[in-house]
C-alpha cells in the first residue's frame, strides 16, 4: 500500500504560480512512477504530468509544457507540481497518482487539492 496526501492548492491569479505537493508514505520503494491529474467540474479527469522511477523522466500534458513541472525529493518521498503562467482554465481538483510494481496503471490516489485561478 502507498498513501499519498496533496497539499498546496488554492486560490491565485491568472499568470501566478503555485507549487503543489504529494507526500507518499508506505510501500514507496514499489513505485515505478507517479503523476499528477486534473478534474474540473463537469468534465473528465485529465493527466497533467509524470515522473518516473528510477528514470527520473518526466512527461507533460500538451496544455501545461513549458508551464509546469514535475520534480521529485526522495529524500522526503515527495513529488512536487510547479506550476506557473496560470490560466483560469487550470482551475481543478489536482490529484496525485502512484503506479507500483505489477500495476498497469496507477493505483494509488490522493485525495486531490483544489486549485482556483482568478481572472
Known amino acids: 500500500q502507498v498513501q499519498l496526501v496533496e497539499s498546496g492548492g488554492g486560490l491565485v491569479q491568472a499568470g501566478g504560480s503555485l507549487r503543489l505537493s504529494c507526500a507518499a508514505s508506505?510501500?514507496?520503494?514499489?513505485?515505478?512512477?507517479m503523476g499528477w491529474f486534473r478534474q474540473a467540474p463537469g468534465k473528465e479527469r485529465e493527466f497533467v504530468a509524470r515522473?518516473?522511477?528510477?528514470?527520473?523522466?518526466?512527461v507533460y500534458a500538451p496544455s501545461v509544457k513549458g508551464r509546469f513541472t514535475i520534480s521529485r525529493d526522495d529524500s522526503k518521498n515527495t513529488v512536487y507540481l510547479q506550476m506557473n503562467s496560470l490560466k483560469p482554465e487550470d482551475t481543478a481538483v489536482y490529484s496525485c497518482?502512484?503506479?507500483?510494481?505489477?500495476?498497469?496503471?496507477?493505483?494509488?490516489w490522493g485525495q486531490g487539492t483544489q486549485v482556483t485561478v482568478s481572472s
Open positions: 497518482a502512484a503506479m507500483t510494481v505489477g500495476s498497469a496503471s496507477y493505483n494509488f
Open positions: 508506505g510501500r514507496t520503494s514499489s513505485r515505478l512512477g
Open positions: 515522473i518516473g522511477w528510477p528514470s527520473g523522466i518526466s
